[in-house]
C-alpha cells in the first residue's frame, strides 16, 4: 500500500494536557500537508482550528476523555457543544465501570444517546480494550453495533497500554458490517500501520506517524 493512502487513514493527534495553540496550529498543517483523514484534537481548540483549516481538513474531538465516567448528560453536552464548534467526528469514551460491572444495555443507550445528539456526524466509540477480557471486548463489539455507532475504538492511549494486533482481528469478528475499527495507541511505524490495516483497521489514532514518515520518507520510498 502506497504512502498516501496509509496517511488517509490517520486521525492526527495531540491530545496533550499541555498542548498549545501552537501546537495545534502545526498538527493542523501536517494534516493539510500529508491529507491525512482528520487532526484529533481537544476540544477547546476545535471552533480556532475549524476556522483555521475551513474545509480543508477534518475536525475530530473527544468526548468523556480519557476516563469515561462522566455522566450521559455531560456526554451528551460536550458532543453537541463540540458539533456547535463544527467538529466533524467525535470519539466517546465509554463508562467502562458499567463495563465491567456487566450493565451492556446502559453503555449501549448512553452510546445510542451520544450519536442522536451529533446525527450525522462520525461517532467513535472508545473501549479501552487494555482493561477489558476478551469476553467484555466480544461483547463490546456487539453493544457498538446496536447502538449505531461508526467506529470502534482501541484505546484513549492513556490507559495501561494501545492498539494490540490481536484486538483488531478481534474487532473484525466480531462486530456488525456497519462498524469500522480504529486502532489507536502505539502506532508508531509505518509497519505498525500496515499491520493493523492488514487485519481490518480502517482508522489509525497515531501521535507519531506522520513524523515516522517524514524522518523517513526518503528509505521508505527508496526502490529495491
Not at 32 to 44: E, G, Q, R
Not at 85 to 99: F, K, P, S, T
Not at 123 to 146: A, F, G
Not at 201 to 224: F, H
Request: proline share 2%; net charge neutral; glycine share 8%.
Amino acid at each position: 500500500m502506497e504512502i498516501q493512502k496509509v496517511l488517509k487513514l490517520v486521525d492526527h493527534t495531540l491530545l496533550n494536557v499541555a498542548a498549545t495553540w501552537n501546537e495545534i496550529k502545526a498538527l493542523c498543517d501536517e494534516g493539510i500537508l500529508y491529507d491525512v483523514a482528520s487532526v484529533c484534537i481537544p476540544p477547546a481548540y476545535v471552533a480556532k482550528a475549524k476556522e483555521y483549516v475551513g474545509n480543508r481538513l477534518a475536525i475530530c474531538t473527544v468526548v468523556g476523555f480519557p476516563n469515561g465516567y462522566s455522566t450521559t448528560e455531560a456526554k451528551i453536552f460536550e458532543a453537541e457543544d463540540a458539533i456547535r464548534n463544527r467538529a466533524d467526528e467525535i470519539d466517546m469514551v465509554v463508562n467502562i465501570g458499567l463495563v465491567k460491572s456487566g450493565e451492556f444495555k446502559a453503555v449501549e443507550d448512553e452510546i445510542k444517546s451520544v450519536k442522536s445528539a451529533i446525527g450525522s456526524k462520525i461517532l467513535k466509540v472508545i473501549i479501552e480494550t487494555c482493561v477489558l477480557t476478551r469476553e467484555e471486548k466480544i461483547k463490546m463489539c456487539k453493544v457498538v453495533t446496536n447502538a449505531g455507532a461508526d467506529f470502534i475504538k482501541t484505546s484513549t492511549g492513556f490507559s495501561t497500554g494501545g492498539a494490540t494486533r490481536e484486538d483488531i482481528r478481534l474487532f473484525s469478528e466480531n462486530v456488525g458490517g456497519n462498524v469500522k475499527i480504529k486502532a489507536a495507541g502505539g502506532i508508531k511505524t509505518l509497519d505498525d500501520a500496515m499491520d493493523f490495516i492488514n487485519l481490518g483497521a480502517s482508522r489509525l489514532g497515531t501521535s507519531s506517524l506522520v513524523k515516522y514518515i517524514k524522518e523517513n520518507y526518503r528509505s521508505l520510498t527508496k526502490s529495491p
